[in-house]
């Protein structure tokens, strides 16, 4: 009797062990591979109801082999769920904005942006610099790869740099699909514009190919579908691409899901605040709680993405993984 009541207490334990485990130790796992299967996730889901919805996770690249390494293989489900990689300071603005990024920095990286691109993917390179020499040789050293890029002149992502003009590989074509795309605006902080029509007028007095913008404008009111059309129009009479920005590695406090109970009786699954962007914390990206807000029912962020008309979504804080590991 003994006996039996302690392999049952050993069994308890056990169970125990692997529940917390699951919730807050994920190394056996893996936490790249818990990100890996969040992001296919979103794929399925979105594909799910828009065969054709594009999607884009940035930075996070170690994500394209089975273990995180150079020398791994290509990890060709991940690959296949995504449409291409976006990825920051590739060349310049890595370790201050400006400077070059540090070539064996750059080196890295590309090793895995040529093994992403190897398998069909583009890849769109966000470089942050200001001085026109270095924007200039942000665009022909991303075009000498096979890139695209945009040389972002504010971190802070809130304008429409008025350098270069004409853009770089300007062109009246119809964009359809993201391998047509020869150049991008990423704007996702629309505080400079007062209302939505500046911020729409604005855009449309482009030629981009492609916009990385945010589903929401800064009074906290959504893009209708009817708005989202009219920035899908270039001013030379050529279409765009709209892809939506989405934030899955950190929760935001000023999005509508953030709940006030939640300042001071968070959920299990929310983390410490970035200290370097207020508002953002960090969350367990791996929980069903927080993957339910991002995808797989009629409320979640996904779905109103998708129902705004956008082409495809822009998953950042892929990297999420580092902070963990």
């Not at 207490?9 to 919730?23: E, G, K, T, V």
Request: net charge negative; glycine share 6%.
């Amino acid at each position: 009797m003994k006996k039996s009541i302690n392999y049952l207490l050993f069994i308890c334990l056990l169970l125990i062990s692997f529940s917390c485990s699951n919730d807050n130790d994920l190394d056996e796992m893996g936490y790249k591979q818990e990100m890996r299967e969040f992001v296919i996730g979103i794929s399925q889901y979105t594909r799910s109801i828009h065969y054709d919805f594009i999607i884009i996770p940035q930075n996070g690249i170690e994500l394209v082999t089975e273990g995180g390494d150079e020398v791994d293989e290509p990890c060709s489900e991940y690959l296949s769920a995504i449409d291409g990689h976006g990825q920051e300071d590739l060349f310049f603005g890595y370790d201050n904005d400006d400077e070059p990024t540090p070539t064996e920095t750059t080196q890295y990286l590309q090793t895995f942006l040529n093994i992403s691109k190897a398998s069909g993917n583009s890849i769109l390179v966000t470089d942050y610099c200001s001085t026109l020499s270095n924007m200039d040789e942000s665009y022909v050293l991303s075009n000498a790869a096979g890139y695209i890029s945009f040389a972002a002149d504010q971190r802070e992502l809130n304008n429409i740099p008025l350098y270069p003009l004409p853009i770089y590989n300007s062109n009246s074509d119809d964009i359809l699909v993201l391998e047509d795309a020869k150049n991008f605006l990423y704007l996702i902080n629309p505080e400079n514009y007062d209302s939505k029509d500046d911020f729409i007028n604005a855009i449309t007095s482009t030629n981009y190919d492609l916009l990385i913008m945010d589903l929401f404008f800064h009074d906290g009111t959504e893009f209708t579908q009817s708005e989202i059309i009219q920035l899908k129009n270039k001013a030379n009479g050529g279409t765009r691409l709209l892809i939506c920005y989405m934030s899955i590695g950190e929760a935001e406090y000023y999005r509508y899901y953030w709940q006030s109970e939640w300042d001071s009786n968070p959920p299990g699954w929310l983390d410490e605040e970035n200290p370097n962007w207020a508002g953002n914390y960090k969350v367990k990206y791996w929980n069903s709680e927080w993957q339910a807000i991002i995808f797989g029912n009629e409320n979640s962020y996904s779905k109103k993405i998708l129902e705004a008309g956008f082409d495809g979504v822009y998953l950042d804080i892929i990297d999420a993984f580092e902070y963990y590991e």
